[in-house]
């Protein structure tokens, strides 16, 4: 939260210009075009004026990409790179976005409609740590010797898990690129990556940085596409070993269903769709609950899937603490995300401007008080402002489905244990938020709240070190942490007969 708190607090002006670089698509080495020549607009949010046209790869484009991606993990040199060669080109690849860093956080906000100015105290550093991070690991992934009865010398190893289908979101495209990209390449994986089709620029841009930073051509295979085919085809290819996706729910049930049609098992990993609590007891200090609140849930205009959206405040301090909420809600700056004065962007997309809004409307019309917002920002782009709604409940659709957008429902409780039952009861595990002075009570929070990351007097806390996962609908697995490297390895027993008789 406090690491926020200068990106909320602008009071100066300039605006910034970014052109983008690169629109083909990355396949083997090399910079092509789609195999039936077809492009899509990229569009900026602020103005919904295309930014560029790129290319659009289909169901021959990730057959390409798949086969140079087995080409280069079967035949290629890329197996034979030890650890330290793995985690060079990572550290080269870390230092590349360091060097690049304002440029991306300038492209990551034209595309995506996030201010620049979160982008570089918060996207881009993230980024290059995660690269730095499992760089790191590159050379300390080991296995066991294992004593064993019998003339027997029994290890483990842990190898590369193959090819590995990577598909990434919109609302953090270059962090969500570095957590699927660096543990797979820590571990000697090869790559194919699609980009989300409303944010494909950054994601480009990095492919150009992966090949100066020296990786083998077929490595890594970066194509920007749509989800009915080119994500379809890439989810049930037979020769990808692996899946890993973050985005909504519904689609992470499809590829659970979907990945394994074509008669072959996939490792499947999933960062899915979270409604996640945010608890503020009664003996919390104010200041910082409220400020906690406001960026767990207005923080990438509420596009954050682990957004504290749905804020139960206890009934001694309810009322002082909506007040409070509101006018924190009515201090964002909305605006030009190439501006430095702006703190909240448009949504990414017409799409999410319009569920958004629609979210707004159901609420009120079930019964919640909205407080202020609850409508579009000026006629041009696709802004909402900031909507704080009171007196909702738990039936409420606006407390139980996920909105990915900058709307505040704020719930009354009574009691610790009522609240964490409330808390628990939602199809969805990602996280969740707790204030107070208490450790017994932080204590009792975290223990029974079933959430994959549990925040105590902060929220939107990101380490490359810390997994990160969601119970229930939110998701399989974790990534980031010794167990993202998990997801990228298989571990093989091997055992050799010794002569009988020798020492063990």
Known sequence: VRGFNRIFARSFSKTHQVTPKQTKLLIDGKWVSSAKGEKF??????????????????VEDIDRAVEAARKAFDKGPWRK??????????????????????????????????PAAVARVADLPLTWDCYRYYAGWADKITGDTIPVHGDY???????????????????FPLLMQAWKLAPALAAGCTIVMKTAEQTPLSA??????????????????????FGEDAGAHLVHHPDVDKIAFTGSTEVGLKIMQNSSK?????????????????????DADLDLAVQQAHVGIFFNHGQCC???????????????????????AETAVLGDSLNDATTQGPQVSKEQLEKVLNYVKIGKKEGAKMLTGGSRHGDKGYFVKPTVFADVTDDMTIAR???????????????????????????????????????DKALHLANGLRAGTVYVNCYDVFRSNLPFGGYKNSGLGRELGPKGLDNYLEDKTVIISRPAGSLP
């Open 401 to 439: 489905e996920e909105i990915f957008g900058p709307v505040m429902s704020i719930l009354k409780f009574s009691d610790i244990d009522e609240v964490i039952s409330r808390a628990n009861n939602n199809e969805y595990g990602l996280g969740a938020g707790v204030v107070t002075r208490s450790v």
């Open 81 to 114: 790179f030890s650890g330290q060669d793995r985690a060079a080109c990572l550290f080269k690849l870390a230092n590349l976005v360091e060097k690049h860093q304002e440029e991306l956080a300038l492209l990551e906000a034209l595309d995506n409609g996030k």
């Open 204 to 225: 480009l841009r990095i492919g150009e940085l992966i090949k100066e930073a020296g990786f083998p051509d077929g490595v890594v295979n970066i194509l920007s596409g």
């Open 262 to 282: 074509s008669g072959h098992l996939k490792r499947v990993t999933l960062e899915l769709g979270g409604k996640s609590p945010n608890i503020i007891m009664d």
């Open 153 to 171: 010398f029994a290890y483990t190893k842990r190898e590369p898990l193959g090819v590995a289908g990577q598909i990434i979101p919109w609302n």
């Open 306 to 328: 682990i957004a504290g959206s749905r804020l139960f405040v206890h009934e001694k301090i309810y009322d002082h603490f909506v007040e409070r909420c509101v006018k924190q």
């Open 41 to 58: 607009e990229t569009i900026n949010p602020v103005n919904e004026k295309p930014i560029t046209l790129v290319e659009r790869a289909g």
